[in-house]
C-alpha cells in the first residue's frame, strides 16, 4: 500500500469505509471497521493475547463550532492492567504547569532556569543544559524535549519538581482515578528512592526566587494485588522463570489518558473540578509542543535521519518515515516498552475538516517473556497503530456532519 501522503491513505481505505457503515449483530463500530482490514484482522482476532484496547472518539460541532463527542470503545476496561510507559509524560507536564501557576510567585514560571540539586540516594543534579537555547534547564525546556522526541530524563525531572505524592493525588482530586505513577522513566531507583525526590530552586541571576526542598511521599503506592505478566523475564541480566509482576509499575487506563486529551484541548467541556489550573499561554504552548515535529524544534536541533517526522507519531505514520503531510497534525503522546505500543492522540485535518481522538494500546511480546527487548514493535506493534489509524481517518473522511468544524485554532506557527 503506498505510505507518502495522507490522499494515498484515502485511496487505500475506501473500500473499507461502505462496508462498516452497518454493524453486524452484536458487533462494535470499531470490530465493522477493523475487522475486513488485512493488517488489523489477525490482531483483533488474538486481542486477548495481545492486550488490545481502543478508544475512539467522534467530534461533531453544532453551528456554533461547540463540539459535541461520541465514544465508540474496543475492550476498553480500567480494570486490564498495560504498561504506559511514556504516555504518563502528559500529566507530567500538566501537573507542573499547574504548580507552577499554583506557586503564584512573580518572576516563576516555565522559563525561569531551574538548578536541581541531589540529597538522596540515586539523586542526580543538574545545573546546565546544552540542549536549550542559553543552556540553562527549564520546565518549558524539558516539556518541548518530552513531547518531540520523549525524552526521559525531560519526564524526570518534571516528577521531581511535582513530587510523587502531587502526581498522583493532583490527579486523584480532578476524578482521574486510574492512575498509579510510582517511578521515574529508564532509570532504576529503589520505591524509597523514587519516593523521595530532589531539592530544586529557581532562581534569575544570582537571585533565588523560589527554593524547594526535598519531597517525600510518605505513602508507598503499589497495586492491591499482583499483576503477574508474562511466562518470565529478565532481572540483572538473567532470565526469571516466572512472571513479571506489575503491581509496582506506573499505571494509567486508557479512558484516563483519552480524558486528559480533553481536559488541553476542551476544558470548557469539562466540568470545572477536572481542569487543570493553566493559563491561556500554557494552553499555546502545549499545543505547540504536542504537534511540532522534530525537524520543527529550534532547541535542540534533532537530527532528522534519526528522530524522522513519524518518530513519536503512531497513528497514521507510525509504520513508515516518510516525511508528514502539512494538512494533518497529530497532537499526542506515545509509548513503547515491555512490549507495550500506544498512542494517544487529538488528530486534525485542516484540509478535510476532519477531527478526532484515538486512543490505542497493543501487546508484543510473542516469547511472552519481558525486559528482554525482543518484541514485535516493527512486524506488529507500529503497522497495527498505523493501520488503525488510517482506518479511523478514512472513515471520518466519509462520516457526515451537519456542520463543518472551524479548526483554525489548532494552526500553529512551528517557526523559532
Request: charged share 25%.
Amino acid at each position: 500500500m503506498p505510505k507518502n501522503g495522507i490522499n494515498a491513505v484515502v485511496a487505500a481505505f475506501a473500500t473499507f469505509i461502505y462496508p462498516a457503515a452497518v454493524c453486524g449483530d452484536g458487533e462494535t463500530l470499531l470490530e465493522s471497521l477493523l475487522r475486513p482490514n488485512p493488517i488489523c484482522a489477525p490482531v483483533l482476532a488474538a486481542a486477548t493475547k495481545h492486550e488490545v484496547q481502543i478508544l475512539y472518539t467522534q467530534i461533531d460541532r453544532d453551528a456554533a463550532n461547540r463540539p459535541h463527542f461520541t465514544r465508540h470503545e474496543y475492550r476498553v476496561n480500567p480494570e486490564d492492567y498495560f504498561y504506559p510507559a511514556s504516555t504518563i509524560k502528559l500529566a507530567g507536564a500538566l501537573l507542573a504547569l499547574e504548580k507552577l501557576n499554583q506557586l503564584g510567585i512573580a518572576g516563576v514560571d516555565q522559563h525561569t532556569p531551574v538548578r536541581i540539586d541531589s540529597a538522596f540516594s540515586g539523586q542526580t543534579a543538574v545545573r546546565e543544559d546544552p540542549s536549550a537555547p542559553d543552556g540553562l534547564p527549564t520546565i518549558a525546556h524539558y516539556i518541548r524535549k518530552l513531547f518531540a522526541v520523549s525524552d526521559n530524563d525531560a519526564y524526570n525531572r518534571l516528577y521531581e519538581f511535582v513530587g510523587q505524592q502531587r502526581m498522583n493525588e493532583g490527579l486523584w482530586e480532578k476524578g482521574y482515578r486510574d492512575v498509579r505513577l510510582t517511578h521515574r522513566l529508564a532509570i532504576a531507583r529503589s520505591p524509597e528512592e523514587n519516593r523521595h525526590t530532589n531539592p530544586l530552586a529557581f532562581y534569575r541571576g544570582d537571585q533565588v526566587l523560589y527554593q524547594q526542598p526535598m519531597l517525600v511521599n510518605p505513602h508507598t503506592w503499589h497495586a492491591p494485588a499482583p499483576i503477574p505478566k508474562g511466562e518470565g523475564h529478565i532481572q540483572n541480566g538473567e532470565l526469571v522463570a516466572a512472571p513479571k509482576d506489575f503491581a509496582g509499575s506506573n499505571y494509567m487506563s486508557v479512558e484516563v489518558l483519552q480524558d486528559l486529551l480533553m481536559a488541553v484541548f476542551f476544558p470548557e467541556e469539562l466540568p470545572a473540578e477536572r481542569r487543570f489550573d493553566l493559563r491561556p499561554d500554557d494552553y499555546r504552548f502545549l499545543y505547540r509542543a504536542m504537534s511540532m515535529l522534530p525537524r520543527e524544534c529550534p532547541h535542540p536541533q534533532y537530527d532528522p535521519e534519526k528522530y524522522y517526522d513519524s518518530y513519536v507519531k503512531f497513528f497514521l505514520f507510525g509504520d513508515n518515515k516518510a516525511p508528514m503531510p502539512d494538512s494533518v497534525r497529530i497532537f499526542n503522546k506515545v509509548g513503547l516498552a515491555y512490549g507495550y505500543v500506544t498512542d494517544n492522540a487529538y488528530i486534525v485535518d485542516f484540509e478535510h475538516g476532519v477531527e478526532f481522538l484515538l486512543t490505542a494500546v497493543v501487546l508484543v511480546n510473542e516469547n511472552g517473556i519481558f525486559n528482554d527487548g525482543a518484541y514485535e514493535y516493527d512486524e506488529v506493534g507500529l503497522p497495527f497503530l498505523a493501520e488503525l489509524g488510517r482506518v479511523i481517518y478514512a472513515y471520518e473522511l466519509e462520516r457526515k456532519r451537519a456542520h463543518q468544524p472551524d479548526l483554525s485554532k489548532w494552526r500553529i506557527n512551528y517557526g523559532p
